[in-house]
């Protein structure tokens, strides 16, 4: 398996662009996860889907973000309009099954630059 | 604010001596715990876990140690070699959630 794939792997746009970062899970995995990881915060959940459909929002900063899940191979985390604060690596995640003791598995990542 | 803290970001450590990595939470509720290695233009992969119920949990080289009463975990390394040197993030979660909060991550650099 190829794994969770990201794209594009690096992302520099102007402050008041709208950015869209794309994932495709393992095939198989109903979980899906998107996380953002900065210096003074860590590794941070954003939002997670099941078999598509968005389940926990919560750590989604503002309504400047917004994600979606078409199907069950593609997934989309927009910004917009983007600020240079949103600067960060985003990170998608799979797993099989939520239960905690599941691994997920995380693509390579998205480094955003917003300038 | 940050429940799961790794408040050393970089460690430097001799290849065959001893890494220990640290990591404070501050939930009580928190029992279950797991360890993510990161090498650079990668994502985290899972290296270790532990549940509350014990204080330790051994994989080869890595080593796990929860201390409850303190809120405290830490991974051991022994012995360190090169490959080693990546980014390393504790994570905890508890019985009432699916989310896992993470660290902010430790910069471990094996000097061979």
């Known amino acids: 398996d190829a794994g969770v794939i990201q794209s594009p792997r690096h992302e520099v746009t102007e402050m008041g662009q709208e950015v869209t970062l794309r994932c495709k899970p393992i095939?198989?995995?109903?979980?899906l996860f998107w996380y953002r990881q900065t210096m003074m915060r860590g590794l941070e959940l954003l939002i997670y889907?099941?078999?598509?459909?968005?389940?926990?929002d919560s750590g989604m900063p503002e309504d400047r973000f917004s994600a979606k899940m078409p199907n069950a191979s593609f997934s989309t985390l927009k910004i917009q309009p983007s600020e240079p604060r949103d600067s960060a690596v985003y990170f998608c995640?799979?797993?099989?099954?939520?239960?905690?003791?599941?691994?997920?598995?995380f693509g390579p990542g998205t480094r955003l630059t917003v300038l | 604010d940050q429940q799961v803290k790794q408040n050393s970001p970089s460690l430097s450590v001799q290849e065959g001596r001893i890494s220990i990595l640290n990591c404070d939470y501050t939930?009580?509720?928190?029992?279950?715990f797991l360890w993510y290695k990161k090498y650079p233009a990668e994502g985290p992969t899972f290296l270790i876990s532990i549940s509350s119920i014990k204080d330790k949990n051994e994989d080869g080289r890595f080593t796990v140690f929860l201390n409850k009463s303190a809120k405290h975990l830490s991974l051991h390394i022994v012995p360190s070699q090169p490959g080693d040197s990546a980014v390393y993030f504790c994570?905890?979660?508890?019985?009432?959630?699916?989310?896992?909060?993470f660290g902010t991550g430790t910069s471990l650099t094996v000097i061979p």
């Open positions: 939930n009580s509720m928190f029992d279950y």
């Open positions: 994570a905890a979660s508890s019985n009432t959630g699916n989310q896992f909060y």
């Open positions: 095939s198989g995995h109903d979980y």
């Open positions: 889907f099941n078999n598509n459909v968005p389940i926990d």
């Open positions: 995640a799979s797993s099989f099954r939520l239960h905690r003791t599941d691994t997920q598995y």
